[in-house]
């Protein structure tokens, strides 16, 4: 059975294996270190474990929404990964439900990705572009998602989304 838990600190090397697997390139993996060295940015980092194997892993990170003088926070999910035996048996959607439930319940009810267009809908998130909002780099429109984990969370909310500065490396 997948128990998914939050990631501990013993976790890492694991989560390295499984990010550099799942992408099969470093880059994503080295952004979780480096993001995990940031002081004082609260995270969600989650990973998903099968017959005591770290198989899956998903990070949220903190954004901010530019709308001309108001500026409102958010989190964004990724990378996430699950390793590539592991993958479309359903693995991946477990992870993105309880990340998506852990931070409602850390208090977050608006979620970025950007993303493969045809998987993330199926969670809630629809085009970031048809709400008034755009990732502050470009990004092709249909890869860049929002999702409301409560109803009306985006209500009279629009603005430039800017991911930690760590992201733009990548
Ligand atoms: C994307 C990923 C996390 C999905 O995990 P998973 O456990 O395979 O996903 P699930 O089994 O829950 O769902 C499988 C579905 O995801 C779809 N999917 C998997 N990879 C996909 C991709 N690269 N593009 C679009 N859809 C993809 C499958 O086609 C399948 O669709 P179906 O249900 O309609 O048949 C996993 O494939 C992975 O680690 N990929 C490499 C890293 C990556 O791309 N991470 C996401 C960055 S946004």
């Not at 699950?82 to 991946?92: A, C, R, S």
């Not at 008034?132 to 999702?147: H, K, S």
């Amino acid at each position: 059975m997948l128990t998914i838990r939050k990631e501990h600190r013993d976790d890492q090397p694991a989560v390295f294996h499984v990010n550099k697997t799942a992408f099969g390139r470093a880059d994503e993996a080295w952004l979780v270190d480096k993001l995990r060295e940031r002081p004082g940015i609260e995270f969600i980092s989650l990973v998903a474990e099968l017959n005591r194997e770290i198989i899956g892993h998903i990070l949220f990170t903190p954004v901010t929404v530019q709308d001309g003088p108001i500026t409102w926070e958010a989190i964004a999910l990724g990378p996430m990964a699950i390793l590539p035996p592991y993958q479309n048996q359903g693995f991946g959607s477990e992870l993105i439900r309880a990340g998506l439930e852990a931070c409602l319940t850390a208090g977050h009810t608006v979620v970025f990705v950007l993303g493969h267009s045809n998987y993330y809908p199926r969670f809630g998130f629809v085009k970031a572009q048809s709400k008034g909002l755009r990732w502050e780099q470009n990004a092709p429109p249909e890869a860049f998602m929002v999702a409301e984990l409560q109803p009306g969370a985006l209500d009279g909310r629009q603005g430039i989304v800017s991911y930690l500065p760590e992201f733009t490396d990548i």
